[in-house]
């Protein structure tokens, strides 16, 4: 069984700063990518941000700058480190990891169950 486990959401006044966790536990053999998913009441689900095992990132052109995405390999553990907050960051924000759980398994997509970003103005 496969867990993600996110944490440090909250509310937090425009400007301000937060840094999201999401550690993977459970069988797991290997990590190909992390990813950041937000979804902010009645819109879809965006991804905000995507590290690879090789450490390469990619944003989304609305958190570029503000936000930055970096994992801890050993700990299999993704951070989103969150500055210059804004209102319209307000949303859910979710972890997903795509991962094998055997050598020579297809991979898979696995999701945290969110945690609530609330910025105010």
């Known amino acids: 069984q496969v867990q993600l486990v996110e944490s440090g959401g909250g509310l937090v006044q425009a400007g301000g700063s937060l840094r999201l966790s999401c550690a993977v536990s459970?069988?797991?053999?290997?990590?190909?990518?992390m990813e950041w998913y937000r979804q902010a009441p009645g819109k879809q689900r965006e991804l905000v941000a995507r590290i690879t095992s090789e450490g390469m990132t990619n944003y989304a052109d609305s958190v570029k700058g503000r936000f930055t995405i970096s994992r801890d390999g050993a700990k299999n553990t993704v951070y989103l480190q969150m500055n210059s907050l804004k209102p319209e960051d307000t949303a859910v924000y979710y972890c997903?990891?795509?991962?094998?759980?055997?050598?020579?398994?297809?991979?898979?997509?696995?999701w945290g169950q969110g945690t609530q970003v609330t910025v105010s103005s």
């Open positions: 997903r990891t795509e991962a094998r759980t055997h050598s020579t398994g297809p991979v898979f997509q696995f």
């Open positions: 459970g069988s797991i053999f290997s990590i190909n990518a």
